[in-house]
């Protein structure tokens, strides 16, 4: 075996490398997948303490009702939406493909719902302020409602994507499995 450096093994030129092992695809796209996903539940978990703290503020009258406006209902049920996140980083250690259904079903019901919920709650405010330039709820000093609307599309973005890479690692461990059935 040569160094970087050093002369080239006696007998070859250097076209010998057809023959050795690589990993299989599925692995390495396992890889790839967790990666992604673990960055979005990093996400996710910014929003998350965001809104925690948000909610806490208001609720614990921490600054005064001008600054911190008071939640809005579809933010309590939101605040489960970090289960189906914990599922997810459970399952990836062994592959547990049954964490993996259970954080995706879980992430629908505990996140994507409760976002659906948040547009159709805030749409009469945000309809109040684009039509009439009327706000009645506030964060430090702008409208709740646009700045909850941005948190509302991100939070479905970074969802989206989560179950699209969860989605897709599924069927990188269905392939690997397989495999390992047929032999």
Avoid: C
């Amino acid at each position: 075996m040569a160094s970087r450096a050093g002369p080239r093994a006696a007998g070859t030129d250097g076209s010998d490398f057809e023959h050795r092992e690589r990993v299989a695809k599925h692995y390495q796209m396992s890889v790839t997948l967790k990666y992604e996903i673990k960055k979005l539940i990093y996400v996710h978990l910014v929003i998350w303490l965001l809104l925690v703290a948000k909610m806490s503020v208001g609720h614990l009258r921490l600054l005064s009702h001008d600054q911190v406006a008071m939640p809005y209902q579809w933010e309590y049920p939101y605040l489960l939406s970090i289960l189906p996140s914990l599922l997810g980083l459970l399952s990836f250690p062994r592959n547990n493909i049954s964490y993996l259904v259970l954080s995706m079903i879980s992430m629908g019901l505990f996140s994507i719902a409760p976002l659906i919920y948040g547009s159709m709650e805030m749409f009469p405010a945000a309809q109040q302020l684009y039509r009439h330039g009327k706000a009645y709820r506030f964060l430090f000093g702008f409208s709740a409602v646009s700045i909850m609307y941005l948190v509302l599309v991100l939070a479905v973005q970074v969802h989206a994507w989560q179950l699209y890479y969860s989605k897709k690692l599924l069927d990188s461990w269905f392939t690997s499995t397989q495999e390992k059935k047929h032999k």
